[in-house]
């Protein structure tokens, strides 16, 4: 298994800068100073050599080799390769949101898409601040909606991951007040749907057990508290198992959460943003990882924001980025398996040696892909 592990070939890892005036270049370069990382990957970093010299004078960090290239093909392993999308010098305002870096936070994150598939495997994004950001090229709420365009055609799912539990959500950036007028039973199944998939293809769940969250305080207290959960919610449910999905629930959020039911379920289902992202961030912070499932790339970031408040005070932690990038690595290999199995599904299972199933449980459900 060594020997195996040893031999794949390392994933080439296009990240984006984010916005340099937040904790972007800090975390980046802290997750590089631990070497491991390059054993998974060739990393490349879609930026500016400029700015990534002046951070690195700011943390320890004489150990990181830069390499500037002009294209994917020219990335070499155990170096951080970076592909400049500006070779001005850029004005450094520590902990504000200027509309240079904004700018300079689209053209990475444009240059980046571009080579996914030509030269970079996986795309890890650093966080951006989504006012900044805003032009007449990017007029999304944030990351997830401008890669839906480009990659989604409507199959996009926010998923939230850590070692503890997977939050995906019906709706996203939406406000509150909007969201029961959102909801319907047809989104729920379709979210269900590719929360499934991801869920098979994307973290090898071969049956995948869901609990879904209810919308209403106590999951509406039989119509009391709400009528989503009674006439949205639960036929959504229903058509779901219907479908072969395992989707248990609603489930009132505040008890499930509070009595450690996450623990039971391969995922999770939530209405709205905070109904999902507050316990996974309270529990699952330091290890937390957006990871945007149902598109033909593979996107994740950390689960947290630019971080203005401690930018250029060396106190940002690299964990959450780390995992993001190892979760990106992960995410590619099961999806490449995936795709060899579902090519020639008997070629990597012999009779012999087949777990307690059925051939069914083995055989893909169409090969069509994410």
Known sequence: MEQELEMRPKVKVGITHGDYNGISYEIILKTFLDPRVFEFCIPILYGSSKLASYFKKSFPAANIIFNTIQHPGQAVENKLNIINVYNEEAKVDIGLATPLAGQLAFDALEAASKDLGKGIEVLVTAPINKDNIQSDNFKFPGHTEYLAEKFGKGQELMILTSSLMKVALVTGHLPVNQVSKFLSKELIVKKLRIFEKSLKVDFAIRKARIAVLGMNPHAGDNGLLGLEEREIIIPALDEAREQGILAFGPF?????????????????????????????????????????????IIRTSPDHGTGYNIAGKN????????????????????????????????????????????????????????
């Open 252 to 296: 009132s959020s505040d008890g499930f959460f509070g009595v450690s039911d996450y623990r039971k379920y391969d995922g999770i289902l939530a209405m709205y943003h905070d109904q999902g992202l507050i316990p996974f961030k309270t529990l699952s912070f330091d290890d937390g990882v957006n990871f945007t499932a149902g598109l033909s």
């Open 315 to 370: 106190l940002a932690e690299p964990d959450s980025f780390r995992a993001a990038i190892m979760q990106a690595i992960d995410i590619f290999r099961n999806r490449t398996e995936w795709n060899e199995i579902s090519a020639n599904p008997l070629g990597f299972a012999s009779f012999n040696n087949m777990p307690d199933q059925s051939i069914q449980d083995i055989t893909p459900e169409g090969g069509d892909d994410l």
